[in-house]
């Protein structure tokens, strides 16, 4: 009898644990997907008294990275101070009123942590990875090289020497070079057309009060977010800022730095050198800012046109129509969409690296893939580019770095973080009449930007680059 009771014990059991269908195990997947992202941690944000921005994101992860975004950059410049935000950032780990050079790198050292910056158009960060339990010790680095640089004379000429050789080094970046020459062409006359190293002649003569007043006029607590994203709370974050940025000072001294409209010229730029090997191109074209609801129309265009490069091993059967057409020609070293978002505008476009003498075919495919998009995508290629976008938004978030990155960039110019399941629902939710209307919106009968630098002699004229944003349509 007992024995009966087992075996019917086990089969109940049994068919709790029966596999399930093909479509019940397809429905559990997309629905375990969709409640990974309403369950990721909240960002939480919070303002201190004087509008300094604090924002973190729980993470179980066993390093954190915590780091300070500042609203200010080359945009904030002018013509003679242009260079004055990068000097800047090379200054800062070089000693403080409260610390040597020898003593942060000593500190920095013993710790195990791994300091990076950077400065751009619209924004400067200094962030760390640490282990979480030397929060306190990293908070109080980043704000001592921002709030108290000693800025010795000394080392500001050694540095300048640095800078200078950084400059002639970057010539040989020739990406680098290229995306000069577009917002130098796309946005002249304007704050954006520049550099964000500045020019020789600039680094030569900043000095120590021109970097003085660039902290003074531009560090200001509105203007600043602590950002972390680890095993931490962030209450204890929050404590960290009241204790160490306080007393940054939240209103202007003196002129009060304004954004000016960036007007944008379709036009071009072309610097010929025959020496190179390949020529490095970049077409774009004016698009919305960062607060716009079309940048999610715009970034599975992006996706649609693609990237790829010669060491890629998919090519001949891609479903990539662009990729297809240049794949048998062999003479495309790589290409690249991108989308650049500034705060009142962008440039949306393609960045392509290849033989000169093909360039006129490749422009011609390019374009006609821009203008497939505002009339002849096809729901399957809607369908595909969907998939791609939200597994690379879920992978360019799979570490603290990159979370952390991701927060400062969005509080510093939203004052909060859109949560990727707002982002995945503002994707999935995206209709093909949609994506083409945006498409058309910016692209179609639009004036491109266009930079080029290296033997581009068989490059087609402006006139016909021009010609070739629009089809008629009957």
Same mark, same amino acid.
């Given at each position: 009898?007992?024995?009966?009771n087992i075996?019917?014990?086990?089969s109940?059991?049994s068919?709790?644990?029966?596999?399930?269908?093909?479509?019940?195990?397809?429905? #559990?997947? /997309?629905?375990?997907y +969709?409640?990974?992202?309403?369950? @990721?941690?909240?960002?939480?944000v919070?303002? *201190?008294e004087?509008g300094?921005?604090?924002a973190?994101e729980?993470?179980?992860?066993?390093?954190?990275?915590v780091?300070?975004?500042?609203?200010?950059g080359?945009?904030?410049e002018?013509?003679?101070?242009?260079?004055?935000?990068?000097?800047?950032?090379?200054?800062a780990?070089?000693?403080?009123?409260?610390r040597?050079?020898?003593?942060?790198?000593?500190?920095?050292?013993?710790?195990g942590?791994?300091?990076?910056?950077?400065?751009?158009?619209?924004?400067t960060?200094?962030?760390?990875?640490?282990?979480?339990r030397?929060?306190?010790?990293?908070?109080?680095?980043?704000?001592?090289?921002v709030t108290?640089?000693?800025?010795?004379?000394?080392?500001?000429?050694?540095?300048?020497?640095?800078? #200078?050789? /950084?400059?002639?080094? +970057?010539?040989?970046?020739h990406? @680098?070079?290229t995306?000069?020459?577009?917002? *130098?062409t796309?946005?002249?006359?304007?704050?954006?057309?520049?550099?964000?190293l500045?020019?020789t002649?600039?680094?030569?003569?900043i000095?120590k009060?021109?970097?003085?007043?660039?902290?003074?006029?531009?560090?200001?607590?509105?203007r600043?977010?602590?950002?972390?994203?680890?095993?931490f709370?962030h209450?204890?974050l929050?404590?960290?800022?009241?204790k160490?940025f306080?007393?940054?000072?939240?209103?202007?001294t003196?002129?009060?730095?304004?954004?000016?409209?960036?007007?944008?010229?379709?036009?071009e730029?072309?610097?010929r050198?025959?020496?190179?090997?390949f020529?490095?191109?970049?077409?774009a074209?004016?698009?919305?800012g960062?607060?716009?609801?079309?940048i999610?129309a715009?970034? #599975?265009?992006?996706?649609i046109?693609?990237?790829?490069?010669?060491?890629?091993?998919?090519?001949a059967?891609t479903?990539?129509?662009?990729?297809h057409?240049?794949?048998?020609?062999?003479?495309?070293?790589?290409?690249?969409?991108?989308?650049?978002?500034?705060?009142?505008?962008?440039?949306?476009?393609?960045?392509f690296v290849?033989?000169g003498?093909?360039?006129?075919?490749?422009?011609?495919n390019?374009?006609?893939e821009?203008?497939?998009l505002?009339?002849?995508?096809?729901?399957?290629d809607?369908?595909?580019?969907?998939n791609?976008?939200?597994t690379?938004l879920?992978?360019?978030?799979?570490?603290t770095?990159?979370?952390?990155?991701?927060?400062?960039?969005?509080?510093?110019?939203y004052?909060k973080?859109?949560?990727?399941?707002?982002?995945?629902?503002?994707?999935?939710?995206?209709t093909l009449?949609?994506l083409?209307?945006?498409?058309?919106?910016?692209?179609?009968?639009?004036?491109?930007?266009?930079?080029?630098?290296?033997?581009v002699?068989?490059?087609?004229d402006?006139?016909?680059?021009?010609?070739n944003?629009?089809?008629?349509?009957v």
């Amino acid at each position: 009898m007992s024995a009966m009771n087992i075996l019917k014990i086990s089969s109940a059991f049994s068919s709790l644990f029966r596999p399930c269908s093909v479509r019940s195990a397809h429905q #559990l997947s /997309r629905a375990t997907y +969709a409640q990974t992202l309403l369950n @990721l941690p909240e960002t939480q944000v919070t303002v *201190l008294e004087n509008g300094f921005k604090v924002a973190s994101e729980y993470s179980d992860s066993p390093s954190a990275t915590v780091g300070l975004w500042i609203d200010a950059g080359s945009r904030y410049e002018t013509d003679t101070t242009n260079g004055v935000a990068n000097f800047f950032q090379h200054m800062a780990f070089k000693g403080t009123n409260n610390r040597t050079q020898k003593d942060l790198e000593n500190e920095v050292a013993n710790i195990g942590a791994q300091i990076q910056s950077y400065t751009d158009r619209e924004e400067t960060a200094f962030y760390a990875r640490c282990l979480p339990r030397d929060l306190n010790k990293v908070v109080d680095i980043l704000a001592d090289v921002v709030t108290n640089s000693k800025l010795d004379d000394h080392q500001i000429e050694e540095e300048r020497n640095v800078i #200078l050789r /950084r400059l002639n080094e +970057a010539e040989s970046d020739h990406r @680098l070079v290229t995306f000069d020459y577009l917002h *130098l062409t796309a946005y002249q006359g304007t704050p954006l057309g520049r550099t964000v190293l500045g020019p020789t002649d600039n680094i030569k003569k900043i000095s120590k009060e021109d970097l003085k007043f660039y902290v003074r006029n531009n560090f200001l607590a509105p203007r600043m977010a602590l950002v972390g994203s680890g095993d931490f709370k962030h209450d204890e974050l929050v404590k960290l800022a009241q204790k160490y940025f306080n007393s940054v000072p939240h209103t202007y001294t003196t002129e009060i730095p304004v954004i000016k409209p960036c007007r944008y010229t379709g036009s071009e730029i072309r610097d010929r050198d025959d020496w190179l090997p390949f020529a490095h191109v970049a077409v774009a074209v004016d698009t919305c800012g960062h607060d716009s609801p079309d940048i999610y129309a715009l970034m #599975l265009a992006k996706t649609i046109v693609g990237n790829w490069d010669k060491t890629f091993q998919n090519g001949a059967h891609t479903v990539n129509k662009l990729i297809h057409n240049i794949y048998k020609e062999k003479r495309c070293h790589s290409f690249e969409s991108f989308h650049t978002l500034y705060r009142d505008t962008g440039l949306w476009g393609c960045y392509f690296v290849m033989d000169g003498l093909v360039l006129d075919d490749f422009m011609f495919n390019l374009q006609n893939e821009w203008m497939r998009l505002c009339f002849a995508i096809t729901e399957m290629d809607l369908q595909i580019a969907k998939n791609m976008l939200r597994t690379d938004l879920i992978e360019k978030l799979s570490g603290t770095t990159q979370t952390c990155a991701d927060i400062g960039r969005q509080v510093l110019h939203y004052g909060k973080r859109t949560p990727l399941s707002e982002v995945d629902e503002h994707i999935q939710s995206m209709t093909l009449k949609q994506l083409r209307a945006v498409c058309a919106k910016y692209l179609h009968d639009r004036c491109p930007a266009v930079a080029a630098y290296g033997p581009v002699e068989g490059m087609r004229d402006y006139n016909i680059v021009r010609a070739n944003m629009y089809w008629i349509r009957v």
